[in-house]
């Protein structure tokens, strides 16, 4: 039985401080991007082609304000969603407010009534910046990909993709839970 869905922001807020400190040109110690590529919601995705020496490699280039080389397709989109979300504080800001407020307890009856034999007690549920995924699910953690958050211009209602953000994340769930 499902007890409790957390939600983890900790890969965000030390990449929110990342992108602030770097556009405004201050020094970020090279230990700072291991201690992001060591994150949780970081390392659940990690593969052949997107691991922690990624993490660094695109971290570094854009503090040294330089442009990524031998990179591979997953390396340079996480370059091209970084380089983006530090042009436009206001609208990264937009992006965060709706995930710092999320608040998913409402899923954990919704998802016992629903489903049968829930293997988990606990589930995590990450925002993380990822690269071409919008999603990555093992064991019971759910990392969804912040790049994808899309908050409306018109009213408080939040996307991810192109589907409301809480039900959204309620078909991964349902998605985690049958695996």
Request: aromatic share 14%.
């Amino acid at each position: 039985m499902l007890t409790n869905i957390k939600t983890n922001l900790e890969t965000i807020e030390a990449m929110l401080y990342f992108w602030q400190a770097t556009s405004e040109k201050e020094n970020v110690a090279e230990s700072f991007f291991y201690d992001v590529a060591n994150m949780k919601g970081l390392t659940l995705c990690y593969d052949d082609e997107f691991t922690g020496e990624s993490i660094r490699k695109v971290l570094s280039a854009i503090k040294n304000r330089e442009l990524l080389s031998n990179a591979n397709q997953k390396e340079k989109r996480f370059w091209n969603y970084n380089m983006w979300v530090m042009e436009d504080f206001e609208y990264t800001n937009s992006m965060v407010a709706p995930v710092k407020k999320l608040n998913l307890d409402f899923l954990v009856d919704k998802l016992n009534k629903k489903m049968e034999n829930i293997k988990y007690d606990n589930i995590e549920v990450f925002f993380a910046p990822l690269h071409l995924d919008d999603y990555v699910i093992k064991d019971n953690c759910l990392v969804l990909n912040f790049f994808k958050v899309k908050p409306s211009d018109f009213d408080d209602s939040t996307l991810f993709t192109d589907k409301v953000l809480e039900e959204y994340i309620e078909d991964r769930l349902i998605e985690l839970l049958n695996k």
